[in-house]
C-alpha cells in the first residue's frame, strides 16, 4: 500500500480511474471539478511545448479523501472540501515542489484554509474575488404566473445573439474573456446546451445554459436576461425549463451557482425549488516572496 499523501499526476486517464469514484460519490458537491476534468479529458493531450493539466489526490489507507485540478502547473487552483491541517500540507507540497499559483476556488472554508496557508508559506498575499453559493435542486417548483411564451433550444442561427448575450452575462459579473465568433469555441461556455425564454411572437428574453452530464449531475450556467427584460418572470422560466431538460436526461443531481450579494436571484432559486448547499470562494495571490 502507497503512503499516506498527496500524489500528483499528468495523465487524466490515471487520476480518473483512482480518483473518479471519489468525484462521483458526492456529485454535486463535485460539481466544478467533475465538468472541468471531463473538459480536459475531451479535449486531449497538449499541444507538444503546451503546459499540461496537472492532477492531484489525497490518499489515505489507499483511500482518496481529496483532489485538485489545475489547468496548467501555472493555472488556478481548484479544490474539493479540506480540512485546515490538509490544506496546510498540500500549501507545503506544491510549494516544495516549485508550483506557481495565481489562485485557488473551492468551498469557502477550504479556499480560505487553502490561501492563509499559501500566504504563510510562500508570503503571496490572497485577494477575494468571488464569492458563490452553490444550490442543489430538491423539488422543481414552475413559478406562478407563468409568463407568456415557451422555452426554445437554442440553435445556429442564435449563434450571434448568443455571443452577445454571454459579453452581456461577463460583463455584468465582472468575467474577463474575450468573446466573439472566433474566441467563443475556446471559452467556458462552448460545450454547453442552450435555452432561450422567447415570447409569443418569438422574441428571445432570456437564456439559461447547462452543462454535459458527468457523474450523474448536471450545472445550469449561465441564466442571464438583459437589464431591461428583468422583473417580469422570465429568468424563472427558461431556469425551470433548463432543470427539466437535466432530470429528463437523467440527472440525479442538477445544480447551479448564485451570487449571495444577489437576493433577487437567491430567491428566485429558492422558490422553484433549489436548496442552498454550499458557499464557494475564489482568491487571487499577488507574487509570492522570493
Keep these: 500500500m502507497r503512503p499516506d499523501g498527496w500524489y500528483l499526476?499528468?495523465?487524466?486517464?490515471?487520476?480518473?480511474?483512482?480518483?473518479?469514484?471519489?468525484?462521483?460519490?458526492?456529485?454535486?458537491?463535485h460539481t466544478t471539478p467533475l465538468t472541468a476534468i471531463e473538459k480536459l479529458r475531451t479535449r486531449g493531450r497538449a499541444a507538444?511545448?503546451?503546459e499540461a493539466?496537472?492532477?492531484?489526490?489525497?490518499?489515505?489507507?489507499?483511500?482518496?479523501?481529496?483532489?485538485?485540478?489545475?489547468?496548467?502547473?501555472?493555472?488556478l487552483l481548484g479544490l474539493t472540501p479540506l480540512v485546515p491541517e490538509d490544506a496546510d500540507a498540500l500549501a507545503v507540497h506544491l510549494a516544495g515542489l516549485g508550483h506557481t499559483i495565481p489562485g485557488v476556488s473551492a468551498a469557502h472554508d477550504t479556499a480560505t484554509?487553502?490561501?492563509?496557508?499559501?500566504?504563510?508559506h510562500t508570503g503571496a498575499t490572497?485577494?477575494?474575488?468571488?464569492?458563490?453559493?452553490?444550490?442543489?435542486?430538491?423539488?422543481?417548483?414552475?413559478?406562478?404566473?407563468?409568463?407568456?411564451?415557451r422555452g426554445r433550444l437554442v440553435g445556429e442561427q442564435d449563434h450571434e445573439q448568443l455571443i452577445r448575450w454571454h459579453r452581456e452575462f461577463?460583463?455584468?459579473?465582472?468575467?474577463?474573456?474575450?468573446?466573439?465568433?472566433?474566441?467563443?469555441?475556446?471559452?467556458?461556455?462552448?460545450?454547453?446546451?442552450y435555452t432561450f425564454w422567447?415570447?409569443?411572437?418569438?422574441?428571445?428574453?432570456?437564456?439559461?445554459?447547462?452543462?454535459?452530464?458527468?457523474?450523474?449531475?448536471?450545472r445550469v450556467d449561465p441564466v442571464y436576461t438583459p437589464a431591461h427584460l428583468r422583473g417580469r418572470?422570465?429568468?424563472?422560466?427558461?431556469?425551470?425549463?433548463?432543470?427539466?431538460?437535466?432530470?429528463?436526461?437523467?440527472?440525479?443531481?442538477?445544480?447551479?451557482?448564485?451570487?449571495?450579494?444577489?437576493p433577487t436571484s437567491n430567491a428566485l432559486y429558492r422558490r422553484i425549488g433549489y436548496l442552498p448547499l454550499s458557499d464557494w470562494a475564489v482568491y487571487d495571490f499577488s507574487a509570492q516572496a522570493e
Excluded at 499526476?9 to 458537491?29: C, H, N
Excluded at 490572497?126 to 411564451?149: D, K, M, Q
Excluded at 461577463?170 to 446546451?193: C, I, N, P, Q, Y
Excluded at 440527472?251 to 448564485?258: C, F, H, P, S, W
Design 170 to 193: 461577463a460583463a455584468d459579473v465582472g468575467e474577463v474573456v474575450s468573446l466573439d465568433a472566433d474566441s467563443w469555441a475556446g471559452t467556458r461556455f462552448a460545450d454547453k446546451r
Design 126 to 149: 490572497p485577494v477575494l474575488r468571488v464569492r458563490l453559493r452553490l444550490y442543489r435542486l430538491g423539488t422543481l417548483t414552475p413559478p406562478e404566473p407563468r409568463p407568456e411564451g
Design 233 to 262: 418572470g422570465y429568468a424563472g422560466a427558461v431556469t425551470v425549463e433548463v432543470s427539466r431538460a437535466a432530470l429528463a436526461a437523467g440527472a440525479k443531481e442538477v445544480v447551479l451557482y448564485a451570487d449571495p450579494a444577489n
Design 9 to 29: 499526476t499528468e495523465d487524466v486517464d490515471d487520476f480518473l480511474a483512482r480518483a473518479g469514484e471519489f468525484l462521483r460519490s458526492r456529485p454535486a458537491l
Design 198 to 218: 422567447e415570447t409569443p411572437d418569438g422574441t428571445p428574453v432570456s437564456m439559461a445554459g447547462m452543462t454535459p452530464m458527468v457523474g450523474g449531475q448536471i
Design 48 to 50: 507538444p511545448g503546451a
Design 113 to 120: 484554509a487553502f490561501a492563509e496557508a499559501w500566504q504563510r
Design 53 to 75: 493539466p496537472v492532477f492531484g489526490r489525497l490518499e489515505r489507507a489507499g483511500e482518496v479523501h481529496a483532489t485538485f485540478h489545475r489547468r496548467t502547473r501555472h493555472g
